[in-house]
Nanobody, 114 residues
Framework: QVHFVESGGGLVQPGGSLRLTCAASGPIPAGYAMGWYRQAPGKQRELVASISRLGRIEYVDSVKGRFTISRNVNNNTFWLQMDSLKPEDKAVYYC????????WGQGTKVTVSS
């Protein structure tokens, strides 16, 4: 079973940037696409960015052009570069495969406020 540790969250002003890191306890099994999710207060967890093993990348419309997902060559570390942050990006951010089949980590909290 793969475990994830997310880090890099914090408090940032609107328009600012953060870089989130997801460290997996081991290589992600072949064929799995990985994603960054977020859960805002009172809302369901949503997948905001994903990257397949072959490098296909997708974003939810609300973050397109502002967020960038990437991974290392060993496929055990993933990043989410978040630019032009908005107050509505406030959430706890998690990583998992795109089916959410692994155990969820603690997440990393992002707050966007002036």
């Amino acid at each position: 079973q793969v475990h994830f540790v997310e880090s890099g969250g914090g408090l940032v002003q609107p328009g600012g940037s953060l870089r989130l890191t997801c460290a997996a306890s081991g290589p992600i099994p072949a064929g799995y696409a990985m994603g960054w999710y977020r859960q805002a207060p009172g809302k369901q967890r949503e997948l905001v960015a994903s990257i397949s093993r072959l490098g296909r990348i997708e974003y939810v419309d609300s973050v397109k052009g502002r967020f960038t997902i990437s991974r290392n060559v060993n496929n055990n570390t993933f990043w989410l570069q978040m630019d032009s942050l908005k107050p509505e990006d406030k959430a706890v951010y998690y990583c998992n495969n795109t089916e959410g089949m692994f155990s969820w980590g603690q997440g990393t909290k992002v707050t966007v406020s002036s």
